[in-house]
């Protein structure tokens, strides 16, 4: 098919394991360490108030993204799954219809 595209389920079946790794290890970031580093040196001022509230934010933000990376691998697995069931019917279809002609 010139100038189109072709999909491989395993290409998305790779990238769905990396998309589910990078989901998974997201958890081991801690950038909110060192904004509690700032808060611990300046107690009291409003640098350690908000850089508290900079370590939240930055502790949901990368658990937010690592379940939605997690999840966009699930669905790179599903369509890899629709994609050779897909072409399996295909297949069998372009086999029953060549049925009975001679070769």
């Not at 970031?29 to 904004?35: K, T």
Request: aromatic share 4%.
């Amino acid at each position: 098919m010139a100038g189109g595209f072709r999909v491989t389920p395993e290409e998305l079946r790779t990238a769905a394991s990396a998309a589910r790794l990078a989901g998974e290890r997201a958890g081991e970031v801690d950038l909110g360490s060192a904004a509690e580093t700032i808060a611990g040196a300046l107690p009291g001022s409003t640098a350690a108030t908000t850089s508290r509230n900079l370590a939240q934010v930055w502790h949901m933000a990368v658990t937010s993204w690592g379940t939605e990376v997690s999840a966009h691998g699930e669905k790179l697995d599903a369509c890899a799954l629709r994609y050779q069931a897909t072409d399996a019917q295909a297949g069998t279809r372009l086999t029953g219809t060549g049925q009975g002609l001679a070769s």
